[in-house]
């Protein structure tokens, strides 16, 4: 029966993929390259085919690359039904069927979920309404912004020191512009890489020009007669006059389109087992709902089994495949996601690369290189366990770390390294702001052992 | 009987010609030990490639000097110069290797190798044109060794008039590096290389001074300049750089070349392939790093902590040879991995080494042959191999080639 089952969902069944970007295109390609001959959908909101996005917020903004032309490459033809520019509104699991905004529905009978994040807005709506301020996430607003830094401003204002905030404040010092970037917290990257590391971050800001405000927020934003935005006002007191105002305040998932439909979907992303089949609100697995990307939480054996969410490019390309895989082959033929999390950045001259799950690290040691020099390989440790390395120009060094993540090697790093510098004989604390608090871009987020979790705040299991 | 123990199976002159069932033998034993005092072999892929990104693992010739040197490396002697960051660790690698680059690469000179193709295929046709009326060519001697001296010559800014000079002090040179040249071969020969070494240096510190005066668009101009953070070069770091670059910049690119034509001559439905598509040549050249890697081992490292590879643990101390030959055709990691199959879709091999060594010069390596291999495939009419194995050179980590008599019918 459930073999037949495959069979024919291989050979005409119905597969609808909700979300039009790297990991949705990345599946469709998986499931037609293992076989899959039946109706493939594409539902995306953007009214374009699927695009890179890390050039965006760097060579877009510098004007190497136009902000129209990072398509995704294709690996394959996928003939399928693109619904572009048109959102899913809503999900009924029982008649398998997702509702589209323009009153459309389109019948499943296999379904993936892929539709990321969206670009957490200012808050205030009438301030996010200023003209002048803006966000980064899509190319739309990244031919936005990148038009605004060529007009020239006096002064361009990032509110959040993440990697995104850090990544628009870099081009804006290569573009020769005054940029003054505010951060809650201590130093920029905290979220993502802890303090130690945010402090290297903010000296490499500060000696590039950059005026950075931290431990303050942003009150409120101010405009003029005209409805442009002015000037920036800040929990210290000060004002500062800007005429381009970056928000760059971390991501939202997109799940309230699932809101009822009874899937395990809320704030966090939707939660998924390690075979990317998603789960519903009492913590029962589906069998014919997949996710992935940055969208899904998944527990990963090598972090304890957390669910952890990824806002990694190479996560959203790994899980996609894996989750195509498993959406058409019989149950003892299905792949778990295992995939080591890394991301990557640029800023100021400086390549910064990270494996596995820095903000699980209690502590910190500087293995190779100097956190002076701002070339070094810096590797956490939690509870005697190595969890995370990152590098700042050392990116050959980091396939070792990652090998020693995955075998759970001991922590301190007690063997010695070449380049092991005696700033790097001891571990220090690794500096991470309280986890119960929000943070605009830790990159990977640990969100606890429950798989219907639907809180925003929540409390990892650390004593 | 007792056999031979395969570390000397390896430098056996008697394998040169096909090292590769010695290497098969040797992947059964992944981590090979044969005697107290000799070196760890390392031949399986997966192995390599993690030692290669260890950071227990040092480059450092005052380490392996220190760890009882090594039969494979008794020739790197300096002539007075500091060690190249070949031969060096972090941090100084690190910043000599940035500068270098700063001269060489992206992001400082993202079109100095591509801006050169031009220059290279006309080197290429004037050696293809000069072999005239013949019928039958040495492609080493008169192709797959002038051709790559001649480039790096340009792309470090030596006067075209001068690369005869030039040559007669890099050849003696590059003779001294057969590790078979050790004390017991001819003195005269190790008395030429001290002193061709010595008048290349003095040649490349007077050109050093001259760009340091008036710089040009050159290698040697931006490396005695050292813009930038890193700040300069000293002299001697502009010579033992330059020296590295100018050795490494061909040596491997002759017998890339050699092998390259070696291997089509012996599958030439594939040669016939490139003739009717040059664009195939990008493959062929990476298919050919993995099946016939230029460097076939790396014998210059040393572990600086005990460190265990599949159950055994090698000694702080000890000396390694990375097997990258034996490490590329493992069938762990390549499909059918005896075959030269330009076809196949994942070609990660280990020619160029991987890691903070991995070769400087690859960019400009793969361009060479590229261009070489496809002009070579469609201006001969015809071409055979004379004679299959054809003389190697004694070389057993420089493998290839000293002699390839090609026969063709004529030239397009």
């Known amino acids: 029966m459930v073999a037949d089952y495959v069979e024919w969902l291989r050979r005409e069944g119905r597969i609808v993929i909700v979300g039009a970007s790297l990991a949705g295109l990345r599946a469709a390609e998986t499931l037609r390259a293992e ?13 374009h085919e699927p695009y890179d996005r890390p050039p965006l917020s760097k060579a877009v903004l510098l004007g190497k690359a136009s902000p129209h032309h990072t398509e995704l490459p294709h690996r394959r033809e996928i003939d399928a039904k693109w619904r572009l520019g048109v959102a899913a509104t809503g999900l009924d699991l029982t008649a398998k069927r997702v509702r589209l905004a323009d009153g459309d529905e389109v019948e499943y009978d296999r379904l993936l979920i892929a539709t990321g994040v969206r670009a957490r807005p200012w808050p205030k709506e009438e301030e996010a309404r200023l003209d002048g301020v803006c966000l980064l996430r899509t ?15 006096r002064r361009v204002f990032v509110i959040g020191a993440g990697f995104a905030g850090s990544e628009v404040a870099s081009a804006c010092r290569e573009m020769n512009l005054p940029v003054t970037v505010a951060e809650r917290a201590g130093a920029p990257l905290v979220g993502a890489l802890g303090g130690v590391v945010g402090a290297v971050a903010a000296d490499l800001q500060t000696e590039n020009g950059v005026d950075l405000r931290t431990h303050v927020t942003v009150t409120a934003l101010v405009g003029d007669a005209v409805g442009r935005v002015r000037a920036v006002h800040l929990s210290d007191e000060s004002v500062v006059e800007a005429d381009v105002v970056v928000v760059s305040l971390g991501s939202l998932r997109n799940t309230e389109w699932l809101t009822g439909s009874g899937l395990g979907a809320g704030p966090r992303g939707i939660a998924c087992d390690a075979g990317c089949r998603a789960f519903d609100f009492r913590g029962i697995v589906t069998d014919d709902v997949f996710v992935a990307g940055d969208v899904a939480r998944s527990p990963h054996a090598l972090f304890g089994y957390q669910f952890l969410s990824l806002e990694h490019w190479g996560n959203a390309v790994a ?41 699980m690290g209690e502590q910190l040691m500087i293995t190779q290189g100097s956190l002076a020099e701002r070339r070094f390989v810096g590797v956490y440790g939690y509870q005697g366990r190595v969890v995370a390395a990152v590098s700042f120009d050392n990116t050959r060094w980091l396939e070792f770390y990652r090998g020693q993540i995955e075998r759970g090697a001991p922590f301190p790093v007690e063997y010695p390294t070449v380049d092991r510098r005696p700033e790097g004989r001891r571990p220090v604390p690794a500096g991470f702001p309280d986890p119960s608090l929000p943070t605009h871009g830790p990159m990977v987020t640990l969100s606890g052992y429950s798989p219907a979790d639907q809180q925003l705040v929540f409390h990892p299991a650390r004593h | 009987m007792p056999h031979a123990s395969i570390a000397r199976q390896i430098t056996d002159y008697a394998n040169r010609a096909d090292p590769y069932p010695v290497y098969e033998e040797l992947r059964r034993t992944p981590v090979l030990h044969e005697e107290e005092g000799g070196p760890y072999l390392i031949s399986s892929y997966y192995d390599i490639k993690a030692l290669l990104h260890d950071p227990r693992i040092s480059s450092d010739a005052a380490n392996v000097a220190a760890a009882g040197g090594d039969e494979l490396d008794r020739t790197e002697e300096t002539g007075g110069l500091p060690p190249s960051f070949l031969r060096l660790d972090p941090p100084e690698h690190d910043r000599l290797r940035r500068i270098a680059n700063s001269a060489f690469g992206p992001p400082h000179r993202p079109r100095r190798i591509e801006n050169m193709r031009g220059e290279m295929r006309e080197i290429v046709t004037g050696l293809i044109d000069a072999f005239g009326d013949a019928r039958q060519v040495d492609l080493v001697d008169q192709f797959a060794y002038p051709f790559p001296v001649t480039v790096i010559c340009r792309l470090l800014g030596v006067p075209r008039e001068d690369e005869p000079r030039f040559r007669a002090w890099v050849d003696p040179l590059v003779a001294s590096l057969d590790p078979a040249a050790g004390p017991d071969r001819d003195t005269d020969a190790q008395k030429a290389a001290r002193e061709a070494r010595m008048q290349l240096g003095m040649y490349l510190a007077g050109l050093v001074e001259e760009r340091t005066r008036e710089p040009r668009d050159d290698l040697l101009s931006d490396l005695a300049a050292g813009r ?54 990008v493959n062929i050249v990476e298919e050919l790093l993995r099946y016939e890697p230029p ?63 991995s070769c400087f010069g690859a960019p400009l390596a793969r361009l060479e042959a590229q261009i070489a291999l496809s002009e070579l495939a469609r201006r001969l009419e015809g071409p055979r191999l004379v004679e299959d194995p054809p003389p190697y050179r004694r070389n057993a980590v420089l493998r290839g080639p000293r002699h390839l008599g090609v026969a063709f019918d004529g030239l397009r």
Request: charge should be negative; proline fraction near 8%.
């Open chain 1, 35 to 47: 076989g899959f001959a039946g109706e493939l959908t594409l539902v995306g909101d953007e009214p």
């Open chain 1, 139 to 153: 190319r739309e607003d990244a031919a936005d912004l990148y038009r605004r830094l060529r007009a020239g401003p």
């Open chain 1, 319 to 359: 899980q996609a495949e894996t989750a195509a895989h498993n959406m058409i082959c019989h149950g003892a033929d299905r792949r778990p996601h295992l995939w080591m999390p890394a991301f990557w950045s640029s800023m100021f001259g400086v390549n910064i690369k990270s494996v596995g799950v820095p903000p």
């Open chain 2, 228 to 281: 930038g953070p890193d700040g300069s070069l000293s002299m001697m770091e502009v010579l033992s750089t330059s020296v590295l670059l100018l050795i490494a910049g061909h040596e491997t690119t002759v017998n890339l070349i050699t092998n390259g034509m070696l291997t089509l001559l012996r599958h030439p439905e594939i040669l016939q392939r490139l003739r009717e598509d040059p664009g195939l040549s």
């Open chain 2, 295 to 357: 460097v076939q081992l790396v014998p210059q490292r040393t572990c600086i902590a005990d460190i265990e590879v599949r159950g055994v643990t090698i000694p702080k101390g000890s000396r390694i040879w990375l097997v990258l030959a034996a490490g590329n055709r493992d069938p762990e990691r390549f499909k059918d991995p005896q075959r030269f199959d330009p076809d196949r879709g994942d070609i990660q091999h280990l020619g160029f080494g991987s890691g903070i060594h």
